[in-house]
DNA sequence: ATATAATATGCAATCGATTGTACAAATAAT
DNA sequence: ATTATTTGTACAATCGATTGCATATTATAT
């Protein structure tokens, strides 16, 4: 029926009046009088105006998109991230574009360079795992767009950042092994030494030290992390006979690959093995033992990266760069410890053919 | 250093000439000479010319991005769906904004809303479980927008949609579990008929009538179908004592919660009971035991998604709306079948106190 | 050599909203 | 009543790229 879109000069036209005044009615400028905003308004609703974005933005210089670049989506971790970012975003009429970089590093450039080109007002990112130069970032932060990462962060930029105390998580989940009476831990970690990763090994290391148990690199494996890595980290600890009551991984991928194989050898979990692992996927409730785990407090960092960003966007580049730290909680379930029920279970004992733990 | 962005004027001005020809330059016109261009462009990258897609898309009236809506990106299945989607739309130039609806119906209708001032190209969507009013779709429809539906679709629209054959995939499903020697199969449904339910449910009722079985009311279970629901719905057929041997699940959500309570009532599966779900989401490889699920093409899907879409934005909104079904695949796991490890595996079977089944 | 066609480039309007400045009307102050 | 002040609107430039049309240049045909 109606043509092409309504604009404000339309409106203009229909109230004899022009579009600068329009256009300050609609965004309720203070010089306008009451009775002309009523009118404009009105007439907005009548001719079904919807205001294009695309002509503000150009003008303005403020798209009111913000770009959101995470590893995956597909992350209960990361996708909480993104709730919780759209939840501020969007009250503050912003909108969120989610990138994928999928940990690589071109994609990632890519990504960047797509978003400054679709004009988004600022960025919130964290970084792929197999990113070691930074210059994409440090180019948004020479155009003084705001920039702040979360979670996988780097020390290579002055730039405002959230993560979780991953020392912290770590040092609990660890204290926690050893107060169930482990000894040998083994570690799951990444050779990529990304923050996240370095910071959950120290914690582990400092649980042991402070409880005078040596370090034993032997207890070490490394890995991408993903389920199928943690099946081969665990059974190369079993095939080395490498003697060891707990596994503390830094993913919860991993710790679940590791609990296949130990079911597979007929290693009783939480008996003879505790195991842990990091970041609270969902699964880890619903495996079988449920999987004691650390809770990276998603929604929260999502809220409080947004915030940061919002500050960051209000102030102006001028500002100092912020870091804020999140405390992480230890969530402890059967996997790390033995519940009643589980004791009744009786698995067959029998066919504990592997004795070196 | 470099002040401002360069524009295509700046670039004009080193070189002499005007802004339409260093325009068409960088489109590619051929009306401008080879030699020109490559003036151009050497140009463009020494002043580090970014092209402003706002104001491309301002005179263009193309903004070049595609907004695609899922209930959740938090969904192997969506997610995948929006990766194959990205690989189509990146390929040919389009930025995919992603919006999450939540199942939410005002927030669908919002992120409609939202993606529609953005000045998208065009959506894709997936519709939410409770959305019964398609109004906003209609508008997209009215406006002439490129609008293409995939998974959750409805028949209120007159709209391109790509979906699998959700029929055939619970047909073969429950086929298979007929063939395991079920024949008092639970089917777990969700009370929202949205399309995709219907023709499971459809699906189930067929194996069952093509095998001499009788449908039996009391086998069906409506829920939200999560995996609390999943464990709900199995407590209240354990509590009715209702003779079963297997269950088929819409969700593989529920069918999870299915086997957590039936193996805290040391229920054997797949001895006792088989079990089959729906989506092929990751855990079902590594729940134990793996579940047998129906895999949905997801990244498949996007691209198709993808390709209708585009077609639909070359011949404009005239042309007939088209339906893509594709064939989904039956994953045959533990939970429906005795692989051999299995059966060496000898859990307690004095527990089994339900003796109903 | 002149007309015709083909090729390459420039001019200027345009997309729709924003905003600094100018101006008119209304109100207040003298 | 006249000037000063406030209040409300209008004018016109602007954001940066695109594009129909005009024009200049070169190549081809006659």
Redesign the interface.
């Known amino acids: 029926m109606k043509k092409g879109?309504a604009t404000i000069h339309d409106i203009a036209e229909k109230l004899n009046t022009t579009a600068s005044t329009v256009s300050r009615a609609l965004n309720n400028n203070p010089r306008i009088s009451d009775a002309t905003k009523k009118q404009v308004l009105k007439m907005a609703k009548q001719l079904n105006y919807?205001?294009?974005?695309?002509?503000s933005?150009?003008r303005s210089g403020k798209?009111k998109?913000i770009g959101v670049v995470v590893p995956?989506?597909?992350?209960?971790f990361f996708?909480?991230v993104?709730?919780g970012i759209?939840e501020i975003a969007n009250n503050l009429n912003y909108?969120?574009?989610?990138?994928?970089s999928?940990e690589e590093y071109d994609k990632e450039v890519d990504t960047i360079e797509?978003l400054?080109?679709?004009?988004v007002d600022g960025i919130i990112a964290s970084i792929g795992k197999n990113t070691e130069n930074f210059e994409h970032f440090q180019k948004v932060l020479d155009?003084g767009i705001p920039l702040v990462l979360f979670d996988r962060i780097t020390d290579h930029l002055e730039v405002s950042q959230v993560v979780i105390d991953d020392y912290y998580g770590a040092y609990q989940t660890v204290q926690h092994l050893i107060k169930q009476g482990c000894k040998r831990i083994v570690h799951f970690t990444s050779p990529k030494k990304i923050n996240i990763y370095k910071e959950r090994l120290r914690g582990y290391e400092d649980a042991l030290k402070e409880n005078g148990i040596p370090f034993d690199p032997l207890l070490i494996e490394e890995s991408n992390m993903q389920?199928e890595d943690g099946r081969q980290s665990m059974q190369h600890i079993l095939d080395k006979k490498i003697h060891f009551d707990a596994v503390f991984s830094a993913s919860d991928y991993a710790v679940?690959?590791a609990i296949?194989v130990l079911?597979?050898h007929h290693v009783r979990i939480p008996q003879d093995v505790k195991l842990a692992g990091f970041g609270n996927e969902?699964?880890t409730?619903?495996?079988?033992p449920s999987i004691t785990t650390v809770d990276q407090k998603s929604i929260p960092m999502g809220r409080v990266t947004a915030e940061t960003f919002f500050d960051l966007l209000k102030s102006g580049t001028n500002s100092v760069p912020q870091k804020t730290v999140l405390k992480p909680e230890l969530i402890i379930r059967q996997s790390s410890q033995s519940p009643e029920?589980y004791k009744?279970?009786?698995?067959?004992q029998n066919?504990l053919t592997n004795s070196s733990y």
Do not use: C
């Open positions: 879109k919807q205001p294009n974005n695309i002509a933005a150009l798209s998109l995956t989506a597909n992350r209960n996708s909480s993104v709730r759209e909108k969120v574009i989610i990138s994928q999928y797509t400054l080109s679709a004009r155009k389920l679940m690959g296949q079911k597979e969902p699964f409730t619903f495996s079988d029920e009744t279970l009786n698995f067959d066919d």
